[in-house]
């Protein structure tokens, strides 16, 4: 059962991630003036909608997947769209790390499993 492997050291990954995130948090690094809309917009997509994907992704491996994938996807198209040109920012790629190893620990278990009968 490899999908299990992978399923695990994609756990793992997703509790080093949120413990970064948690970290900058209670840094020094917190923003200290209030966000504008454009700001509040962004933090949607990153962090809380890749935070929301990969916490689903340990139920719900598939669906947390492509949630994960679509909310950093949504981040830098919302921050090329409000300034002209990409985000240099890596952050996000490095939380979503674990996004394709679910993905690939859940299409590895479908393909193990017997097809459903229609009726």
């Known amino acids: 059962m490899i999908w299990r492997l992978i399923a695990k050291i994609a756990r793992l990954y997703t509790l080093i991630a949120v413990g970064?995130?948690?970290?900058?948090?209670?840094?020094?690094?917190?923003i200290l003036h209030q966000p504008s809309a454009a700001e509040k917009l962004l933090a949607l997509f990153f962090p809380y909608g890749v935070l929301a994907g990969l916490i689903i992704s340990w139920i719900y491996m598939r669906l947390g997947g492509w949630l994960t994938i679509l909310s950093v996807a949504g981040f830098y198209l919302m921050s090329y769209w409000q300034t002209g040109i990409w985000s240099p920012n890596d952050l996000p790629l490095l939380v979503a790390g674990a996004a394709p190893l679910f993905l690939?620990?859940?299409f590895i278990k479908s393909m193990g499993q017997p097809k459903r009968k229609k009726k």
């Open 20 to 30: 970064v995130l948690a970290l900058m948090l209670v840094s020094s690094k917190v």
């Open 104 to 106: 690939l620990a859940s």
